[in-house]
Nanobody, 122 residues
Framework: QVQLVESGGGLVQPGGSLRLSCAAS????????MLWYRQAPGLQRELVAS???????YVLASVKGRFTISRDNTKNTMYLQMNSLKPEDTAVYHC????????????????WGKGTQITVSP
């Protein structure tokens, strides 16, 4: 089994910064794509950023220039550096990852973290 654990959430004032981490642990051969999603109350979940194992990344247009996604494959960990935070960034942030548990697990399985709350408020 594989576990994803997010950390780094909290309360921050507008304009502030936070750094989220998502660490994968357990029976891991390879972690493929890793993604950050967020869901605000009353809204649909949206993809914020993603990064492949080789480092190719995507960032949602509304956070481009403020959020940076990265990963450390030696630690099976993904990061989301969030700067210039706005109240509309308030949401629960979840990480998602496709993980191969063995070399024969060609397609891998998707796992989710439990989420971490980000609240941006004066």
């Amino acid at each position: 089994q594989v576990q994803l654990v997010e950390s780094g959430g909290g309360l921050v004032q507008p304009g502030g910064s936070l750094r989220l981490s998502c660490a994968a642990s357990g029976n891991i051969f390879r972690v493929n794509d890793m993604l950050w999603y967020r869901q605000a109350p009353g809204l649909q979940r949206e993809l914020v950023a993603s990064i492949t194992n080789s480092g190719s990344s995507y960032v949602l247009a509304s956070v481009k220039g403020r959020f940076t996604i990265s990963r450390d494959n030696t630690k099976n960990t993904m990061y989301l550096q969030m700067n210039s935070l706005k109240p509309e960034d308030t949401a629960v942030y979840h990480c998602n990852a496709n993980v191969q548990e063995t070399y024969m697990d060609f397609y891998g399985k998707d796992y989710w973290g439990k989420g971490t709350q980000i609240t941006v408020s004066p």
